[in-house]
């Protein structure tokens, strides 16, 4: 009878090591779940704030030059102050938008060339307000003709970056 009360203590004592190893495993697993999705959560919010900082980025590249050109065909002086604000405004939208990206991507080069084609407008930019002021507008429309490529090129890296931002929610989600 001992050695059978022995081997129920055993297998009991084995039962009970093999439970308390399963309940150690759950809360691991579940520990590691957790962290899992904690993850995830963060990289789903940073991609999403990155994905507003693009999409305020492209709307703003894609006014720009829209209010430059209504700035210059307009002839009286309060309408050309208004339209003097609205595309410091909109240049303002575009380079905080810009910035923003800088923060989150600090090694993308497509966004450190964004920077500086922003940095590059800036006195062109200042000389479109000025002649529109004058009413100089031929001069003024060809600073916006020499200004467009480079308000494309914003937009198509913007672009570019837009589609970089779905491969990677995209990886995120397999």
């Given at each position: 009878m001992s050695m059978l009360r022995n081997r129920k203590d055993k297998m009991l004592a084995a039962s009970i090591f093999v439970l308390a190893m399963l309940v150690v495993l759950g809360i691991w697993a579940a520990s590691s779940l957790l962290q899992i999705n904690n993850k995830i959560e963060?990289?789903?919010?940073?991609?999403?704030?990155?994905?507003?900082?693009?999409?305020?980025?492209?709307?703003?590249?894609?006014?720009?030059?829209?209010?430059?050109?209504?700035?210059v065909i307009e002839d009286?002086?309060?309408?050309?102050?208004?339209?003097?604000?609205?595309?410091i405004k909109t240049n303002e939208l575009l380079e905080e938008s810009i910035n923003n990206l800088r923060?989150?991507?600090?090694?993308?080069?497509?966004?450190?060339?964004?920077?500086?084609?922003?940095?590059?407008?800036?006195?062109e930019r200042k000389e479109i307000i000025a002649h529109a002021?004058?009413?100089?507008?031929a001069i003024a429309f060809d600073l916006i003709k020499y200004l467009s490529p480079k308000i494309t090129e914003v937009s198509e890296i913007l672009a570019v970056l837009?589609?970089?931002?779905?491969?990677?929610?995209?990886?995120?989600?397999?």
């Amino acid at each position: 009878m001992s050695m059978l009360r022995n081997r129920k203590d055993k297998m009991l004592a084995a039962s009970i090591f093999v439970l308390a190893m399963l309940v150690v495993l759950g809360i691991w697993a579940a520990s590691s779940l957790l962290q899992i999705n904690n993850k995830i959560e963060r990289t789903i919010d940073l991609s999403e704030k990155r994905s507003n900082a693009i999409l305020t980025a492209t709307l703003a590249a894609n006014s720009l030059e829209t209010e430059l050109v209504r700035l210059v065909i307009e002839d009286d002086l309060s309408l050309i102050d208004l339209g003097v604000s609205s595309s410091i405004k909109t240049n303002e939208l575009l380079e905080e938008s810009i910035n923003n990206l800088r923060d989150q991507l600090p090694n993308n080069d497509d966004v450190k060339w964004l920077a500086i084609l922003m940095k590059e407008m800036v006195p062109e930019r200042k000389e479109i307000i000025a002649h529109a002021k004058r009413n100089s507008d031929a001069i003024a429309f060809d600073l916006i003709k020499y200004l467009s490529p480079k308000i494309t090129e914003v937009s198509e890296i913007l672009a570019v970056l837009i589609q970089q931002d779905q491969k990677h929610i995209n990886g995120l989600l397999r």
